[in-house]
């Protein structure tokens, strides 16, 4: 039988890995989690601060190891879209005609992997999982600025 505080961590980790257990909604939940994140970037813009991504990323690691058990990347892990996400609207207004355009280039960018996005993927473990979604957080971001430069 496992320790109390074992299973205490555990539940914590799945948690957070699935964003408050948007990971379980059914339908591509790793679109839900990306706009899970648009309600937190509107009701709360320092979220985008690159700090704060910086620090939820490092506490993502572990918690990804742990609750991804033996899956390479199990679909209800989302974390990573979230944070990608929160990439792709760094330093933009939070908007909501900014985080749905943010919204269109990340999932695009997370669902086509242009190079090196599929191979980043390929890191072993949580790094894998979480850098692919920065990756394509920051190609949306680039994007958006040009968006905003071109229009």
């Not at 109390?4 to 964003?19: E, G, L, P, Y």
């Not at 839900?32 to 937190?40: K, N, R």
Request: glycine residues 8%.
């Amino acid at each position: 039988m496992r320790k109390r505080s074992t299973v205490t961590k555990d539940r914590i980790c799945q948690w957070f890995a699935t964003c408050s257990y948007v990971g379980y909604l059914p339908f591509a939940p790793g679109t839900w989690a990306s706009a899970f994140a648009c309600v937190i970037l509107y009701f709360l813009p320092s979220a985008g601060n690159p700090a704060v991504i910086v620090l939820l990323a490092a506490l993502a690691i572990p918690a990804v190891e742990r609750a991804r058990g033996d899956k390479s990347d199990p679909g209800h892990i989302v974390i990573d879209e979230l944070l990608g996400m929160l990439v792709a609207a760094a330093g933009h207004n939070a908007s909501v005609w900014n985080l749905s355009r943010a919204f269109i280039l990340f999932r695009a960018f997370d669902i086509l992997k242009p190079y090196p996005i599929r191979k980043v993927e390929r890191l072993r473990g949580a790094y894998g999982i979480i850098a692919d979604d920065l990756l394509a957080g920051a190609y949306a971001n680039v994007a958006l600025i040009l968006w905003g430069r071109l229009a």
